[in-house]
Nanobody, 124 residues
């Protein structure tokens, strides 16, 4: 599976952005797809993921209520709608996927497939 992320950009605090991640190859029901991010000088951190089997979603506490993960089955694409962006959301956002979902879904090492990253910059 190859992942192609897009949609990053530079915005003002309070603005919205939608990231997209298109997956090449077949996505099976057991798969999980989602997003991590890495801010300058910080470790990569979990943002949100979705289980392909039942559309269940999981979010980092600090983004829940502002970010929404969704998918388009026909396009093998997962989206991250980000509203009310804050300067602390500034980071490179990475699309991720794995063949199975587990309790360690918030751990970066749980994902075998990574996209190239797309930069989101939020100014105050």
């Amino acid at each position: 599976v190859q992942l192609q992320a897009s949609g990053g950009g530079a915005v003002q605090a309070g603005d919205s952005l939608r990231l997209s991640c298109a997956a090449s190859g077949r996505i099976f029901l057991s798969y999980v797809m989602g997003w991590f991010r890495q801010a300058p000088g910080k470790e990569r951190e979990f943002v949100a993921v979705m289980r392909w089997r039942d559309n269940s979603t999981y979010y980092k506490d600090l983004v829940e209520g502002r970010f929404t993960i969704s998918r388009d089955n026909a396009k093998n694409t997962v989206y991250l709608q980000m509203n009310n962006l804050k300067p602390e959301d500034t980071a490179v956002y990475y699309c991720v996927a794995d063949r199975s979902f587990g309790l360690r879904y918030s751990y970066a090492r749980s994902y075998d497939y990574w996209g190239q990253g797309t930069l989101v910059t939020v100014s105050s």
